[in-house]
């Protein structure tokens, strides 16, 4: 059975007419579209003859934006250094298959490049699975800080 050949798929193009017609589109019911009213802008305001509370609150919540940003990067980094270890042990899982298969199938006289493949893999493995936790305690320092910065800005107002 002889596979199908490939074909060039058709990019349609748009013009300045389909896009005219577009804006003027006013849905299956016929109602045109309502418009959203612009948003207000919401200012915060901090009351000058409080001074030294108004700066400590805002110290506070200065360190509560830096903490907060500072604990979602490292938990995002953290996500990805726990990817990485997934793979890494689903290459080693792999790897040692292979290294057993191999054992069972003929006798070495040296083992010592077995012995040596191995032991690579299983440093392989554990450096992955340190750097995993290494990323894992720093989120979770990062957001035990942002917690404290919180608490700190809750019992400053």
């Not at 700066?55 to 940003?69: G, L």
């Not at 490292?74 to 689903?90: G, I, M, N, S």
């Not at 690579?120 to 290494?134: G, P």
Request: aromatic share 6%; hydrophobic share 40%.
């Amino acid at each position: 059975m002889s596979r199908p050949k490939k074909r060039k798929v058709e990019v349609a193009e748009t013009t300045a007419e389909d896009d005219a017609e577009a804006e003027d589109n006013t849905g299956v019911t016929g109602q045109p579209v309502p418009e959203l009213d612009e948003a207000e802008e919401v200012t915060t305001v901090v009351d000058p003859a409080s001074g030294l509370v108004g700066k400590k609150w805002k110290a506070a919540f200065n360190a509560f934006e830096e903490a907060s940003i500072k604990a979602i990067k490292t938990r995002v980094l953290a996500d990805e250094q726990e990817k990485q270890a997934k793979l890494a042990q689903r290459i080693f899982d792999a790897k040692w298959k292979r290294l057993e298969a191999g054992d069972k199938l003929k006798r070495r006289k040296k083992t010592f490049g077995a012995a040596r493949r191995s032991y690579e893999a299983i440093i392989a493995l554990s450096q992955a699975q340190h750097k995993c936790a290494v990323y894992q305690c720093c989120a979770a320092e990062a957001e035990r800080d942002a917690a404290r910065a919180e608490v700190r800005l809750n019992k400053l107002e």
